[in-house]
């Protein structure tokens, strides 16, 4: 049961005000998203029009702590079907940038992975330039799987690097400055 | 005709042989690439959630291939996808043009760039293309797989229908490989789930692998390092997560069309997929004759009803 007091009517606008949220408004709700999604034909609990339809409702807790929210796959099915122009793939991106920011500020937990291994990733691009694969999926393997787990990549990564496929350093980039005021430029609204 | 390269980290790294097999390929084509200058990431899957930060890191790449004067093509899908949002919105959206401009000190008037398999269908022309195939490559039977990015959103990647491309199929065609129809040419191979829900990305590539079966198919061909990742790189993973044998050699399209140019495999880097393609290879010319065609009942009788007569 939905209790009208609990819900924020200004999660809606919140959330296009983000960029790649702007156009969440003109969802008439018409699932094409959903029948066409293929992480929904797998997991029957998964359903972008529920997301889009909960944030426009203003279930603001609900929406940004619902493990849902991370398994859009972004392969753009729903972003080129849906007839209202909604963007669907950008507005869960939209939508995950306020559950981070929530995260970080320790008033919501998120426990799935994804943002974990996306940080890790965009922090070694953020250093380098260039993403630093071998160190970046090192750290994520230990971080969530503990030595043990890690160990069991040991395989994978070592056929990678007999084929001349996986780099030990990190390459750095020279124009490092330069990405580091594309961070400041972006993260500034 | 002078193109400047963007390859993308993974081209410089686990997808080393789609580098290779492009440089040769290009090459080949009378094409010559002009790799852009310290480029950087162009932030991939993992940012491109982060919209404005996805688009700046393209933008880079962008505004550095500018200088080059000429037109840039992209190899990766997910590159190819990343710096043509860029540069639509450093075209469109001042707010946000301003701010990139400022950080990296330029102005940005645009450039032209095409994901690679555009060039080689479309710019350079499968006609044209097909007229350098020395090679026939009978006995391939490919399955075209497009996945994602390559061809959505046509607001972004406009050189072929999103729903049912067919670029890719025509190329593999010309090179007299056999095309089989693939319901999955545009689904997802759940790349960017693979780190933080790596079941569900087996169950989506595993699909993949079975359609390709169904169809007939000895090989899967690809346009994309992250497709080629999960076909590939994990179809061993994949094999013991799920108690089973795929066995699928899974080429570049440019490793395709190389081999009908007649370029060396060790040119083409056929040894540095992880799937060896070594079996595949060898059916080269080396087609099975027909199989004898099962007789297909007459319509209305059943088993029952034969039976009865």
Redesign the interface.
């Known amino acids: 049961m939905i209790k009208t007091s609990d819900l924020d009517p200004d999660f809606k606008y919140e959330i296009a005000n983000e ?2 949220g702007e156009n969440i408004k003109k969802c008439f709700n018409c699932t094409g998203c959903t029948v066409g999604c ?2 929904t034909e ?2 029957k609990g998964y359903n972008p029009r529920k997301i889009i339809r909960k944030a426009l409702l203003g279930m603001r807790n609900e929406v940004l702590t619902d493990d849902s929210l ?8 729903c ?2 079907r849906c007839p209202q122009d909604v963007k669907i ?2 507005v ?3 939508i ?2 306020i559950a981070q920011r929530e995260a970080k500020a320790g008033k919501i937990n998120i426990n ?3 943002p ?3 940080n890790l ?2 922090d070694s ?1 953020k250093k380098n ?3 630093y ?1 071998a160190g970046v ?1 090192g750290t ?1 393997m230990l971080k969530t799987k503990g030595i043990g787990g890690a160990v069991g990549y040991a395989p ?1 990564g070592l ?2 690097f007999r ?5 030990i350093l990190p ?1 750095k ?3 490092t400055d ?2 580091k ?6 993260e500034t609204k | 005709m002078k193109l400047a390269y963007y390859p993308g980290c993974t081209l410089h790294g686990t997808a080393r042989e789609y580098d290779a097999s492009t440089k040769a390929v290009c090459k080949a084509a009378g094409m010559e690439l002009v790799e852009i200058e310290d480029w950087n990431c162009c932030g991939a899957l993992e940012a491109i959630f982060d919209k404005e930060l996805s688009m700046g890191l393209s933008a880079r790449n962008n505004m550095l291939a500018q200088k080059t004067g000429l037109d840039l093509v992209i190899p990766c899908s997910i590159c190819s996808h990343n710096l043509a949002r860029a540069d639509s919105a450093m075209k469109h959206n001042e707010a946000f043009r301003s701010k990139i401009e400022k950080a990296l000190g330029g102005k940005y008037t645009g450039v032209k760039m095409k994901h690679l398999l555009d060039v080689m269908a479309n710019d350079v022309g499968t006609e044209a293309l097909s007229k350098k195939f020395i090679k026939s490559l009978k006995g391939i039977k490919a399955v075209p797989y497009y996945g994602c990015l390559l061809v959505r959103p046509s607001e972004v990647s406009k050189f072929d229908n999103p729903e049912n491309p067919t670029s890719l199929d025509n190329l593999i065609q010309a090179t007299g490989a056999e095309c089989l129809p693939f319901t999955q040419k545009t689904k997802c191979c759940g790349g960017n789930l693979l780190m933080s829900k790596q079941d569900y990305a087996f169950i989506l590539t595993r699909k993949l692998f079975d359609e390709a079966k169904v169809a007939g198919a000895n090989c899967i061909v690809v346009a994309c390092p992250m497709c080629h990742m999960l076909l590939d790189g994990q179809q061993s993973m994949i094999e013991r997560a799920q108690n089973t044998i795929i066995d699928m050699p899974i080429l570049y399209f440019t490793q395709l069309i190389g081999l009908a140019m007649g370029i060396s495999e060790k040119e083409l880097e056929l040894d540095k997929n992880m799937v060896s393609p070594a079996k595949l290879l060898e059916s080269i010319g080396k087609e099975k004759p027909e199989e004898k065609k099962v007789e297909i009942k007459a319509p209305g009788k059943t088993e029952a009803a034969e039976a009865a007569e």
């Open positions: 960029p790649g293929p992480v797998i997991d991370w398994l859009c796959a972004s392969c753009y099915i972003y080129e793939t950008e869960i991106g939209a995950r940038a799935n992975l994804k974990l291994f996306d990733f965009i691009v330039g260039k993403w694969e999926s994520f994978m056929s990678l084929k001349g496929k996986l780099s390459h980039i020279k124009g330069q990405i005021r594309i961070f400041e430029e972006v």
